[in-house]
């Protein structure tokens, strides 16, 4: 009988976890697999070995099948590694751009609850006051910085996360990546937000002054030089700390939510006759959407106080260490008032990641690296 693993854990992956079934599809034949191609880009030919040693010469007398380790097995692309990854990368920059752009009048009431919490009531209040004593357009104020910037993290954030994602799955090898996936989505959205947040920090801090303070610049290029001047160039850096404080916990709860969602939702259609594999294109970004929209939720939440100290520290020049400016800051605000804004950050961010999810999606749609699978996997046998 085969131990590596077991048919009853096998056939329990089968059941549980069907996200697994789409990194298939049957375009494609790799190491005796129909459907699945192995990744010539970032796996050791040790990995590579143990992926063509665990699968037999027919699906039938397959040990392990390729859903099991999605990480040795490729989306339906002929591309070498780093094109792929452009494509991620392109796919996040576009998604992140997109979304935080559409979201800025939002996001202009919640920094000014943040950073003036006495003048405005609520948010219905602060779109009213802002409109009536500064008109329309201030709404739009800071669009430049927040469409630039997010291009820039969408880039580096969805293109390392997909990269982290399969690096560490390869060290975890083949079982665990499947057992402890859900660390692996954690550790591998640190690293990839760690990276973005390097290049939205100085743009994030423009942003802010540009709301919190409207006569300060004309635009982006005149508000990030003026800033510079001002404070040096670390100064554009002052906000590092709470950025990634806030950034890096909503960047792991995003994106381990998403695929914890998925992997809910798939298995509960597939449970009632409506398989992944089934489903086209369209309704998969229907799914992607819903996933959405709780990963951004649960992200909001997670980050929101840390999100109010961002705004804080770089509302005004401030003396010292950023540690200490926010050991300060936080002080002065106390527990509640961390949370000021959550109510239109919930409703903006959750809005926000459900949209990034579902253009992220469809623009791997568009490039040919959807992962879609168009016949479900055959039953595992025991190898006696």
Known sequence: MASLP?????????????????FSKDTKTAAGFPGSVSYSFGVSDQHKKVNQGLLASSPTESRVPSFVFPHLVAPSISEDGITLYLKYALGGAICC??????????DVVKTRLQTDPGRYKGMIDGFRTIVKEEGASMLLQGLGPTAVGYFLQGTFKFGFYEFFKKYFSELAGPENAVTFRFPIWLTAGACAEFIADLFLCPLEATRIRLVAEPSFAKGLTD?????????????LYKGLGPILFKQVPYTMAKFSVF???QEVIYRTLRNIGYPRESMSEGMQLVVSL???VLAGLAAAIVSQPADTVLSKI?????????????????KQLGFRKLFLGTG?????????????FF??????????????????????AAKV
């Open 359 to 380: 253009i992220y999606d469809y623009v791997k749609q568009l490039l040919g690296i959807f992962p879609t699978q168009q016949s479900a996997p055959k039953p595992i």
């Open 6 to 22: 077991s048919v009853h854990f096998l056939s329990q992956l089968q059941s549980v976890n069907p996200v697994f079934n789409s």
């Open 290 to 292: 819903n996933s959405g």
């Open 344 to 356: 239109p950050r919930c409703l903006m961010v959750g809005w926000l990641t459900a949209g990034q």
């Open 259 to 261: 695929e914890t969602a």
């Open 223 to 235: 508000g990030f030089m003026k800033l510079a001047k001002e404070e040096g160039f670390m100064g």
């Open 97 to 106: 751009s997109v979304t935080h752009s559409s979201t800025v009048p939002i």
């Open 314 to 330: 770089n509302q005004v020049k401030t003396e010292g260490s950023t540690a200490k400016a926010i050991v300060t800051i936080m």
